[in-house]
């Protein structure tokens, strides 16, 4: 049994130092931090098990195909897939909307055919649908945030029509936090015939997800971002919906036969993994979800609740700091502003200060435009941060004031 006093322990980068001050990781909503139980298996795989999956007959290519499969079957557990067989491993969130762009999306989208997204979304989940409206023909309709930083879910509704072919949307906003309803978004838009996707990079490593519950077609999940290695996610994706589509790339493992007359697919998922896929990056990511149950969502989320209202009283009560989009419904993201000082400013100097936060557009730069923005400064928050990190974080953002301000 963790205690979130002790989760820290697990991870071996936490302890160190940035010239003489120890280091305050507030930059989980970039990439978290790794547990040494995610080290060890991504070790212990190169040291002990290292072969190629599916092909071999010998003991090793069968303890690494074990393993790679034990975490698809340990992913959808922990997400409510129906099956393992709905995940398939990815690059991660980015490759996985990509693959539905380029797998699901071309191929049936005529002109005039509508996607809609929103206005908070990670460039990740605007320009592969950009691309696939240039190759098609179809149009890319926004809706829009409101001035808390939550989305416009009337204007949302008001959206959707029986042109709206797909409907794309954030769990979480990478860039001020917005949890979405997703479950209610993608009732209303599933009424009107769309096929959905979750963009969930934000989510997993945060809140309890259920793919079942949500009832989306497609959940798109970053590895990097949930105690796994950079390298690795997973597309969720409907059992049926992963059987209708055609594959995206060609390779090994993704045939059942070929020959230069006639090549037939894999059954789902293996027709959407060509070629050796990261077999260390999804063992390592079965070991963060291990980690993930051995904590369990509920007291990552209390905890990191309490940290954001800690967190957003310590940054109001500085004066010249505003926050961004700090709405009622939000993960552990703090996005703000210094009066004065340009957010890449408060960076360096609470670099300095050995405090780690993300300074810019954070990929989304329409939504900074929509609050008439360039930049922030996000710090963001995970299981095994402290209100002492954000005490830290106080008192580094007034030292920037002070020398800049
Ligand atoms: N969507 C969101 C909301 C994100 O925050 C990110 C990563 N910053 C991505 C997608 C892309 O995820 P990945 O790094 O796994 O490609």
């Known amino acids: 049994e963790m205690t979130t006093a002790s989760i820290v322990d697990n991870f071996p980068a936490l302890r160190q130092s940035i010239g003489d001050k120890s280091l305050v990781y507030l930059d989980s909503a970039a990439t978290t931090q790794k547990p040494q139980s995610v080290i060890d298996a991504v070790t212990r795989y190169y040291e002990h098990d290292n072969a190629n999956i599916h092909r071999g007959v010998h003991t090793l290519s069968q303890r690494a195909t074990q393993s790679y499969e ?44 509508e996607i809609l997204i929103t206005e908070m979304e990670h460039h990740s989940n605007i320009v592969p649908w950009q691309i696939v409206c240039e190759q098609t023909g179809a149009i890319l309709k926004v809706a829009p945030v409101l001035d808390d930083g939550s989305l416009d879910i009337e204007a949302y509704k008001s959206l959707l029509s029986e042109d709206t072919v797909l409907v794309s949307i954030a769990h979480v906003s990478n860039a001020i936090g917005t949890i979405n309803p997703v479950q209610e978004l993608c009732a209303f838009a599933k009424e009107a015939g769309a096929t959905t996707v979750v963009d969930g990079a934000q989510a997993c490593g945060h809140l309890q997800v259920n793919f079942q519950e949500i009832d989306c077609d497609f959940y798109a999940v970053s590895g990097h971002k949930m105690f796994g290695p950079t390298g690795i996610g997973c597309l969720l994706g409907k059992y049926e919906v992963l059987q209708e589509m055609e594959p995206w790339q060609g390779g090994g493992d993704m045939i059942l036969s070929v020959s230069f007359e006639e090549t037939t697919w894999n059954d789902v998922p293996f027709k959407f993994e060509a070629g050796t896929p990261n077999i260390a990056g999804a063992i390592g990511l079965g070991a963060a979800v291990q980690f993930i149950e051995g904590i369990g969502y509920e007291t990552m989320v209390s905890h990191e609740q309490e940290l954001l209202a800690y967190g957003r009283g310590v940054l109001e009560n500085i004066e010249g700091v505003t926050l961004v989009g700090a709405s009622e419904h939000n993960a552990g993201v703090l996005s703000f502003t210094v009066e004065g000082v340009h957010p890449h400013d ?60």
């Open 70 to 113: 034990n975490a698809r079957k340990n992913i959808a557990s922990l997400l409510g897939a129906n099956r393992p067989e709905e995940v398939i491993f990815v690059r991660g969130a980015t490759e996985a909307i990509n693959m539905i762009a380029q797998a699901w999306a071309r191929p049936r989208l005529v002109e005039g055919d």
């Open 346 to 405: 408060v960076g360096t100097i609470l670099d300095h200060a050995g405090v780690a936060i993300r300074t810019g557009n954070h990929c989304a730069e329409p939504l900074m435009r929509r609050f008439g923005l360039s930049a922030t400064c996000r710090a963001s928050l995970s299981v095994y941060n402290t209100t002492e990190d954000l005490d830290r974080l106080g008192l580094a953002v007034q030292e920037a004031i002070r020398i800049l301000g």
